[in-house]
């Protein structure tokens, strides 16, 4: 039985430290090749050390974007975004192109239930993820999707935004929290916009969050109504 999960595991780009140190002594082009094996240990191997020396590199960023866009494997893709969540600010900005684009994972329409986490739920959008648990040095990134008019980014990068201040508790301040108020002004009349609004502000423990998620017990909306009330739960 241990034997056929270890090769179950092993298909889909599960590897150990034995499968990294037959790389070590390779060139970095001869890794490179080693991306596009048809062996899914080996892409998640190659992954795992040309990250060491090329994390930073704008060319390096593109390459993973595009591996992951396409990369079916559980544990290559694993790597990948673990690679990607060390990335600088100026990686974020290559990331935020692919917001909502990779995989079919993402709210489309509103759920059926509030979470019943009491953490902050793990965004559904692959890039979402990574970038929410990325350095708070790529936050203003994030503000800048929601100045723009994209409302499939905004919907993604909300779900990071809620998950990075709740994790990270020096980001919750007013003038961050401003710009959610902003957004649900803004798309007043967008209910999953409004939801994952709603949901963000369970990050931000402030007077007017409170003030805010409190006229949402109103709501004709039965989830954005259930929601707000376990956003300020999570904040009293």
């Known amino acids: 039985m241990l034997k056929s999960k270890k090769s179950y595991l092993r298909k889909r780009g ?4 034995s499968d990294i140190k037959i790389l070590e002594d390779k060139s970095k082009e001869e890794i490179g090749y080693l991306l596009f094996s048809d062996e899914p240990t080996i892409r998640t191997s190659a992954v795992a050390v040309l990250q060491r020396t090329e994390i930073n590199k704008p060319d390096f960023t593109s390459l993973l974007l595009k591996l992951l866009s396409e990369e079916k494997c559980l544990y290559v893709r694993i790597e990948i975004c673990e690679a990607l ?3 600088d600010r100026r990686a974020a900005k290559q990331m935020i192109h692919y917001l909502g684009k990779i995989g079919s994972n993402q709210h489309k329409t509103l759920p059926g239930r509030i979470s019943k986490k009491k953490s902050y739920p793990l965004p559904r959008d692959i890039i979402a993820r990574c970038l929410a648990r990325m350095s708070t040095t790529v936050f203003e990134e994030f503000v800048n999707v929601l100045e723009t008019d ?3 980014k905004i919907s993604e990068i909300l779900d990071a935004i809620g998950f990075m201040v709740f994790y990270n508790k020096e980001l919750s301040n007013e003038e961050n929290a401003e710009f959610i108020f902003d957004i649900i ?3 007043k009349n967008n209910d ?3 939801w994952k609004s709603i949901l963000c502000l369970s990050a931000f423990a402030l007077p ?3 003030s805010v998620l409190k006229e949402f017990l109103a709501s004709s909306n039965t989830l954005l109504r259930s929601e707000a009330k376990r956003s300020l739960d999570i904040i009293i």
């Open 192 to 194: 999953i916009i409004l």
């Open 150 to 152: 994209d409302i499939n």
């Open 85 to 87: 969540e060390k990335c």
């Open 14 to 17: 599960f590897i150990d430290a």
């Open 185 to 187: 002004k803004k798309y």
């Open 208 to 210: 007017k969050s409170l």
